[in-house]
């Protein structure tokens, strides 16, 4: 089991920037692909970014593009997902995610792909 734990949300202005964390503990040797997801009221929840295995490949929604990295310290066993230039629909709850990456340069956007989530941080973005 891998557990999966949020931290750095909160509430900003439009444009500016926060560095959300999800730092895993239990079974975490091996190779993991590692996600971002959000959920905003109402809504479904949609993909955000992800970072392959291997670190080698990441890739974001159009949405984000441009504004949002998706990085990772190996060592501390944590995922980052810093996100510039907010916007108000950048509002949700976002969510960590993790799930064994077989083949180490894989990425995996659909959310049921994976099988450990994070309890998720609040992001509000006002204008």
């Known amino acids: 089991q891998v557990q999966l734990v949020e931290s750095g949300g909160g509430l900003v202005q439009a444009g500016d920037s926060l560095r959300l964390s999800c730092v895993a503990s239990?079974?975490?040797?091996?190779?993991?692909?590692m996600g971002w997801f959000r959920q905003a009221p109402g809504k479904e929840r949609e993909f955000v970014a992800a970072?392959?295995?291997?670190?080698?490949?990441?890739y974001y929604a159009d949405l984000v593009k441009g504004r949002f990295t998706i990085s990772r310290d190996g060592a501390a066993n944590t995922v980052y997902l810093q996100m510039n230039r907010l916007e108000p629909e950048d509002t949700a709850v976002y969510y960590c995610?993790?799930?064994?990456?077989?083949?180490?340069?894989?990425?995996?956007?659909?959310?049921?792909?994976?099988?450990?989530w994070g309890q998720g941080a609040q992001v509000t973005v006002s204008s």
């Open positions: 970072i392959s295995g291997n670190d080698v490949n990441s």
């Open positions: 995610a993790a799930r064994i990456a077989r083949i180490s340069g894989r990425i995996y956007l659909q959310h049921y792909e994976y099988d450990y």
């Open positions: 239990g079974r975490t040797s091996g190779s993991y692909t």
